[in-house]
């Protein structure tokens, strides 16, 4: 587990990941990107399914707050480095907070989302949906407020979607229902699971929803209001609460001001790569990014260091396959540590890593129940465990394997031991040359201590 200062460092350096060096963060939009009328993006545009699985967790938010959502989540670097910079000014309160907030260079959106920390925490631990959203967002934005109508009426037709002392919901048409505060001052955020809200599992990728909403709530729950008075007002900061709205009529975008907002307009720039670099007294930071048209693979990361060590992230996204992967590593005179974590076709696994002069330790963990154990010392010795998706159990001391597929142990590799000639202990004796390694598995697991330390090189980001 990251410490609050390593947790800090990370959100810092995913600042600058997704979009990277050759994008400031005052890059904004307020009019229609190339091609708007049609689809902007590359690869294949999503489905009418697809974007309302990825706008099913915001749909029935209040019309303002999905507004803040969707253009902020063309800039998921701002998004990290927002809920970082939240988490370490905790301290800061009402006036306080928001006259800090107003000197960050981050996009009018995402300063708004500052006032919602359950919102912005959510998009901050959920980048690749935060990130998938923005994409659907600038490069379809007539579709994906559709969505978001469709979902509306879904919910509404279900009886899950009903005026409250929280929120205001009309039906202005058929096709259009706006949802507003009673109280003009509070906001209550709506906490919901997509998969029964809309009376459809909604099932959505690369997104672990929040905690559901206490045992005998209503569908659609409330936690506590947040005060968008005076101090969001405006006529005091031009990004706050009532600045924002969605344009249901016409032309279907965010409205910021009363004006059409699309977010980031350097979003999938069609860039081949980009870097940057600073150097200080203290220290030195780097970031690229780079895109791969062969692959489709986009791919980013950072580095900082100074006199005490270096901590480093990166990210990688393919859409055409739907694999991502990211990782975090970091180094200083005591040793050395990482966490990773990579998912594709529906599995996630999850790895961490940590030297000193005492050893190594490792472990890993995977969505589909495989998991891993190892730990070698300063003199040498060694030691795993692990077991496979399937159940099958394996173990590794010294040189020596061992597979369990439940009628007992099974020594694959290593010199013959005392304890193998047993059977009645449990401990088979075939040795099996080129036999698997403690973490080998034909049943999904994993396939050897070097391939799983390998995965701990790659993050992910992105969608489909």
């Not at 220290?283 to 692959?295: C, D, E």
């Not at 180094?331 to 940590?354: E, M, P």
């Not at 080129?434 to 697991?445: D, E, I, L, N, T």
């Amino acid at each position: 587990m990251m410490t609050t200062g390593a947790k800090q460092l990370f959100s810092a350096i995913l600042a600058v990941l997704l979009v990277g060096g050759a994008t400031p963060y005052q890059v904004r939009a307020q009019a229609a990107p190339t091609g708007q009328t049609g689809y902007s993006g590359q690869g294949v545009p999503l489905t009418a399914d697809e974007l309302q699985q990825l706008a099913a967790p915001i749909a029935l938010y209040p019309d303002a707050l999905v507004a803040q959502v969707l253009a902020a989540a063309t800039f998921p670097d701002q998004v990290a480095a927002a809920e970082g910079w939240v988490q370490a000014h905790s301290n800061l309160t009402g006036s306080a907070l928001m006259q800090a907030v107003d000197g960050q260079p981050w996009d009018p959106a995402v300063k708004a989302l500052t006032q919602f920390p359950s919102v912005l925490g959510n998009m901050a631990s959920n980048l690749t949906w935060t990130s998938s959203l923005g994409e659907a967002y600038h490069t379809q934005s007539a579709d994906v407020m559709t969505a978001i109508q469709v979902l509306r009426a879904k919910a509404y037709a279900a009886g899950n979607l009903k005026s409250s002392t929280q929120l205001a919901v009309v039906q202005q048409s058929p096709q259009v229902i706006v949802i507003q505060p009673v109280n003009p001052q509070v906001v209550y955020v709506p906490m919901y699971n997509p998969a029964v809200v809309y009376g459809y599992p909604y099932v959505v990728p690369a997104y672990v929803p929040p905690p559901p909403p206490p045992a005998g709530a209503a569908v659609v729950a409330f936690g506590v209001g947040i005060a968008v008075g005076a101090m969001m007002a405006s006529n005091s900061y031009a990004w706050g609460y009532s600045s924002w709205n969605c344009g249901w009529h016409g032309t279907t975008t965010v409205v910021y001001h009363g004006g059409a907002y699309y977010g980031n307009n350097a979003w999938h720039g069609g860039y081949y790569g980009s870097s940057a670099s600073a150097y200080g007294p203290n220290g030195s930071a780097h970031v690229s990014n780079g895109y791969n048209p062969s692959t489709g693979t986009y791919a980013r990361g950072g580095t900082v260091s100074n006199g005490y060590g270096s901590a480093s992230a990166g990210q990688a996204y393919n859409p055409r396959t739907g694999a991502s992967a990211a990782t975090v590593q970091g180094s200083n005179a005591y040793g050395n540590y990482g966490a990773s974590t990579a998912s594709k076709n529906g599995t996630t696994v999850n790895s961490q890593h940590q030297t000193n002069a005492n050893g190594t330790t490792a472990q890993a963990h995977s969505s589909n129940g495989g998991s891993a154990y190892a730990a070698s010392g300063k003199y040498g010795n060694s030691a795993a465990v692990g077991q496979t998706a399937n159940g099958d159990k394996y173990a590794a001391a010294n040189g020596k394997t061992y597979s369990n597929t439940g009628s007992g142990w099974d020594q694959k590799s290593g010199s013959p031991s005392s304890y193998n000639k047993s059977s009645s202990s449990g401990w088979g004796g075939q040795e099996k040359s080129g036999g698997s390694s403690a973490m080998s598995s034909g049943g999904g697991g994993w396939s050897s201590r070097a391939s799983s330390a390998r995965g701990s090189a790659s993050y992910g980001g992105r969608r489909r």
